[in-house]
């Protein structure tokens, strides 16, 4: 594997990027720093919303590319380069069926902050971590026209996919569905994918899928692993990715990300 026509580093957060307690790893902004003199350039790309993944990569923030809740929204800087908002009429049809599930906690994610109902402090603790702009309403249906929203999340403390997905999975003709995570699942416009969202980040650098790099972990990575020649799977991925990406490196505890990086620059330099 010769690393050395990637111009292109896509990836996903959680699971991935991220080690067990949120972190980015100081390797990484190291190697950012090694990318960046080499003119690569990188995407972080998420279920999150947009100010939760630059709030985890401050520092580097205005020289990335971002892809937010799911690749409802992608941006570079100020620039919003593609944004896939969904129907008013169809998300009030969303809360009406996913307020039938017992146990769960919806999500309405704005463009610049989220909306929940539930007033669960134990849930609010654990969602902080993943949207730092948020209100809690006291009807969700009540903003829902107020709003642009990208995307519906939905949390299950025990398993999205054995708890919530059953309830809306006849619903992928008119939405993007994906488990995201074992407890979050993701309800977004029919469009809306990280694997869209980063054709068009593609096209604004003018870099091919041979040039691509990409790492995920989950259900929602698959559409952005096919965009890319170099598509990794996190030792740590679900069993479905690890089939779909040409390539597995080292959990996102072992510094899977960063081991592939240094790869990847190590293949440049001899060039």
């Known amino acids: 594997m010769n690393l050395s026509k990637v111009k292109l580093v896509v990836s996903d957060m959680d699971g991935t990027l991220l080690n067990s307690k949120g972190e980015v790893s100081n390797l990484f902004f190291d190697l950012f720093k090694q990318l960046k003199e080499k003119n690569i350039h990188f995407t972080a790309a998420s279920g999150r919303q947009y100010n939760s993944i630059v709030h985890k990569l401050d520092t580097i923030k ?34 009406s069926i996913l307020r039938e599930i017992e146990g ?40 829902a026209e107020t709003h642009d929203f990208l995307k519906i999340a939905v949390y299950h403390y025990t398993s999205s996919e054995k708890y919530i ?4 999975k006849d ?40 040039e691509t790099m990409v790492f995920g972990d989950y259900h929602n990575d698959i559409e952005m692993l096919q965009e890319a020649d170099f598509s990794f799977a996190m030792k ?35 060039v």
């Not at 989220?114 to 249906?141: M, P, R």
């Not at 997905?165 to 809306?168: D, E, I, Q, R, S």
């Not at 977004?188 to 096209?203: F, H, I, P, T, W």
């Not at 899977?256 to 620059?265: D, N, S, W």
């Open 62 to 95: 205005e020289d990335i590319f971002v892809i937010a809740e799911n690749g409802g929204m992608a941006k570079k800087g100020t620039q919003v380069l593609k944004m896939n908002v969904l129907e008013a009429e169809k998300i009030k049809q969303l809360i």
């Open 104 to 143: 769960v906690h919806i999500v309405l994610c704005g463009k610049d902050k989220a909306f929940i109902e539930s007033k669960n402090k134990d849930f609010i603790t654990l969602f902080q971590e993943y949207y730092q702009s948020y209100n809690v309403v006291d009807n969700l249906v009540s903003v």
């Open 165 to 168: 997905y059953p309830h809306v």
């Open 171 to 210: 619903l992928s003709s008119d939405f993007l569905i994906k488990i995201s995570s074992k407890n979050w699942l993701d309800i977004s416009d029919a469009k809306a994918n990280k694997g869209n969202a980063l054709r068009e980040v593609q096209a604004q650098l003018n870099i091919t899928k041979e």
């Open 236 to 270: 740590n991925a679900h069993k479905d990715i690890k089939e779909i990406a040409n390539y597995i490196t080292e959990s996102n505890d072992n510094f899977g990300v960063e081991k592939v990086l240094t790869k990847l620059l190590k293949d440049q330099t001899t």
